[in-house]
């Protein structure tokens, strides 16, 4: 009934940049707080940043300063620009996303994640 899907990720040398997207489709009514989570290999996954829906922003500590996060709610979009990228910020990323969908004849709130990406900073 409603998805996440991604894009962006890639290989990029340290110092580069990069932007993930990941848009929200389906039977949407509302969304609320939406955000980027990653994971690195042998490390549990963690908040990399967070947006409500009246544009109130959370960043993990070691991203503040390089890395943005926006969205567009006329698309349902969500967005992480990453600059000065580190080796260190090598993982998968995820979407997530608060939603209230419209299915089934009722109002569902639900938590939903977009499938990982890959980001490979070399050094």
């Known amino acids: 009934q409603v998805q996440l899907v991604k894009s962006g990720g890639g290989l990029v040398q340290a110092g580069g940049s990069l932007r993930l997207s990941c848009a929200a489709s389906?039977?949407?009514?509302?969304?609320?707080?939406m955000g980027w989570y990653r994971q690195a290999p042998g490390k549990q996954r963690e908040l990399v940043a967070s947006?409500?829906?009246?544009?109130?922003?959370n960043y993990a500590d070691s991203v503040k300063g390089r890395f943005t996060i926006s969205r567009d709610n006329a698309k349902n979009t969500v967005y992480l620009q990453m600059n000065s990228l580190k080796p260190e910020d090598t993982a998968d990323y995820y979407c997530?996303?608060?939603?209230?969908?419209?299915?089934?004849?009722?109002?569902?709130?639900?938590?939903?994640w977009g499938r990982g990406t890959q980001v490979t900073v070399s050094s």
């Open positions: 389906g039977s949407i009514f509302s969304i609320n707080a």
């Open positions: 947006i409500t829906s009246s544009g109130s922003t």
């Open positions: 997530n996303a608060d939603i209230v969908g419209y299915y089934n004849r009722k109002y569902n709130r639900d938590n939903y």
